[in-house]
């Protein structure tokens, strides 16, 4: 059965805190992404990497960093939230080769920056 | 303006009709199209994609897609109240691997 998991369902940080949120997959997918969700807006595509250090930013990368070490995880970096940064946050992995491929999401980080 | 382009609803439809949801999008470049299911406080989950005009078919859902008109639908047939959620549709576009650009996604509710 396939896996996404993420390290937090929910979370409360403070202004200026410097957040990780962590992604891990089981399905050695090459490809990996970070989407924020807000209503209204759908999913923004803040990162995605497709291999092993290896990163391109997406529709909002302002304010975000990530972190790709090994191929199954995926780590976004808030260095120093702010309230606009509460959100949703939504990882997922992709095999890589084919666009028809399926985009397999975790179960969500709920972020609250106070 | 978006690039994919969703009317938020709620669209409401009673049980057992088919609810139809419709998606445009602007990049004509774009080659695969997909639709998620979202329901309330879970993650995204694929119902299907297309990538050829036309209609496909599985189970109760049909995709249609019309390249010219620049716009793919999803119909549910025998609607139940399990199908209520939010529909995703989302575009890849040529030459962009697997980034998916997403609609704000369409609420169905259907009504026992």
């Known amino acids: 059965d396939v896996k996404v998991t993420q390290s937090s369902r929910y979370l409360v940080k403070r202004t200026g805190e410097k957040v990780f949120l962590e992604c891990v997959q089981d399905?050695?997918?090459?490809?990996m992404f970070w989407y924020r969700q807000d209503p209204g807006l759908g999913l923004r595509l803040i990162y995605f990497?497709?291999?092993?250090?290896?990163?391109e930013k997406g529709d909002i990368p302002e304010g975000y960093s990530v972190s790709r070490e090994k191929k199954e995880r995926f780590s976004l970096i808030l260095e120093s939230a702010s309230t606009n940064q509460t959100s949703m946050y939504l990882c997922?992995?992709?095999?890589?080769?084919?666009?028809?491929?399926?985009?397999?999401f975790g179960p969500g980080t709920r972020l609250t920056v106070l | 303006q978006k690039e994919v382009e969703q009317n938020s609803g709620p669209l409401s439809v009673p049980e057992g009709a088919i609810a139809s949801l419709n998606c445009t999008y602007s990049d004509r470049g774009s080659q695969s199209f997909f639709w998620y299911r979202q329901y309330s406080g879970k993650s995204p989950e694929l119902i299907m994609f297309i990538y050829s005009n036309g209609d496909k078919e599985d189970g109760r859902f049909t995709a249609q897609l019309n390249k010219a008109s620049q716009y793919v639908s999803l119909l549910i047939r025998d609607s139940q109240p399990s199908d209520s959620a939010t529909y995703l549709c989302a575009v890849n576009i040529y030459n962009a691997g697997n980034m998916l650009t997403f609609g704000g996604g369409t609420r169905l509710m259907v009504k026992p």
């Open positions: 990497s497709y291999d092993v250090k290896m990163k």
């Open positions: 997922a992995s992709a095999r890589a080769g084919s666009p028809n491929n399926e985009q397999f």
């Open positions: 399905m050695d997918h090459e490809n």
